[in-house]
């Protein structure tokens, strides 16, 4: 159960984090933030990062447990949850390129 709501975070993830990114791009910002835009960019950017990487470590290590587990019957939620967490980090690291994007006019 707990991988299964795991694997939904993980697709909401790949899907809502380019378009929060590009809002924040645009000149959104959290209403409880106390700072600037740029400060806000700043932070939202190291927050993408430290989600890549959680994301890239936790797709290794689910495609590590699934070739260890291979001849299990949960292989392939393995995999496919160490896929889906690759993706997940990958689109993470891949969305701090669209704040760097100049705004649309």
């Known amino acids: ?10 697709l909401v993830l790949c ?3 380019p378009i929060e990114t590009r809002k924040v791009r645009d000149g959104w910002m959290r209403k409880n933030f106390q ?3 740029a400060e806000f960019v700043a932070k939202y950017r190291r927050q993408l990062t430290v989600i890549g ?6 797709g290794t290590l689910n495609l ?8 299990e019957p949960g292989f392939i939620v ?12 990958g689109i993470s690291l891949w969305s701090r390129r669209i704040l760097d994007e100049p705004r649309p006019a």
């Open 64 to 71: 590590v447990l699934a070739a260890v587990a291979a001849s």
């Open 35 to 37: 700072g600037t835009h």
């Open 15 to 17: 899907v809502w984090t």
């Open 78 to 89: 393995k995999l496919i949850a160490g896929i889906i967490w690759l993706v997940a980090g």
């Open 1 to 10: 159960m707990l991988e299964l709501i795991a694997l939904v975070a993980a």
């Open 53 to 58: 990487w959680v994301g890239m470590v936790l």
